[in-house]
């Protein structure tokens, strides 16, 4: 459960903005909010703003850190650039790296983790926790560059230490992803898991990837009830959904061999041109939707 995310000198963003999902202390509207570790959240926030605001890149920064937290021990190579783009309209803050930051709730244990990058390094890297019944949070590493050279501060609770004592990390890895590739089991582990698992960015322009999470969601029985009556509460009129298999010897003879395996091992939703365009996207959502609110 995210308790707040911080983005600072990334796309639009040029000083620090904060989504924060910790209930103010107001009247009203109390269906939305729920209680954990003795922290009052909201269930559900909007983000209303004019075209160009920012709302989008929002959006993006997440998607940004979540991709950097799975992706950079593994996708990158040594030397490969990291494809932050910081704020440009401002000859000081385009040569700055950009910093972003997530506080969150994972098995009962909050954690406040960020990093600070460019296109060419890591320049800082954090990762804290709060145990229960404390006040103060407890630092499980810091990592930190100043000219060529990193100093890792490792915190007594972090079981991974002796591991990070005897690799090199990479300038444009972060810390947390390559522990946590070593060894599953730690803390580094868990907080992957949670990033994979738990983080789910939803972005509607990429709605073909989506399409086909929900396709493979649909081919389960129960997970199917439940995206239907996820769109029969939207309004949408779908009253079934059928999802059947392009089997390759069941298409024209006369496709083309590199067109038939195209049409087999994408998955796609054909809807009538009746449907409207948001009927559609929604359709796309809704299996990462009802993944998202179950967990």
């Known amino acids: 459960m995210i308790l707040e995310f911080s983005v600072e000198n990334f796309l639009s963003f ?4 904060t989504l924060s999902m910790v209930s103010a202390d107001i009247s009203g509207h109390e269906d939305n909010v729920f209680s954990i570790n003795n922290y009052d959240l909201l269930k559900t926030a909007v983000i209303y703003g004019a075209n160009a605001s920012g709302k989008s890149n929002l959006v993006k920064a997440m998607r940004f850190m979540k991709d950097m937290v799975i992706l950079s021990s593994k996708e990158s190579q040594s030397g490969e650039e990291i494809d932050v ?50 006040q103060e949070e407890i630092a499980l590493f810091e990592r930190s560059k100043e000219n060529d050279r990193y100093t890792i501060s490792l ?40 990033f994979i698992n738990d983080f789910n960015v939803l972005f509607a322009l990429n709605q073909a990837s989506y399409e086909s999470f929900t396709l493979k969601k649909l081919k389960d029985p129960h997970d199917k009830q439940e995206i239907l009556r996820f769109l029969k509460a ?43 365009e948001g009927t559609k996207k929604l359709f796309a959502l809704s299996g990462l939707i009802i993944e998202t609110l179950k967990n």
Not at 14 to 17: E, M, Y
Not at 244 to 256: H, I
Request: charged letters at 25%.
């Open 14 to 17: 040029k000083n620090q903005v």
């Open 155 to 194: 915190g007594e609770n972090f079981k991974e230490a002796e591991i990070v004592k005897k690799i090199n990390i990479r300038k444009n890895a972060l810390l947390l992803s390559v522990v946590a590739q070593l060894d599953d089991s730690g803390i580094a582990g868990q907080i992957l898991e949670w």
């Open 85 to 134: 783009e910081p704020f440009k309209f401002s000859t000081e803050s385009k040569v700055q790296p950009s910093e972003f930051e997530i506080i969150f709730i994972y098995k009962k244990i909050l954690y406040r983790y960020g990093f600070v990058v460019d296109t060419q390094c890591v320049y800082q890297e954090w990762l804290y926790y709060l145990p229960n019944n404390q």
């Open 234 to 276: 939207a309004d949408t009129a779908i009253e079934n959904i059928e999802v059947v298999d392009v089997k390759e010897q069941n298409l024209p003879q006369e496709l083309p061999k590199a067109l038939k395996g195209f049409l087999v091992s994408k998955a796609k939703a054909v809807m009538t041109e009746h449907e409207s």
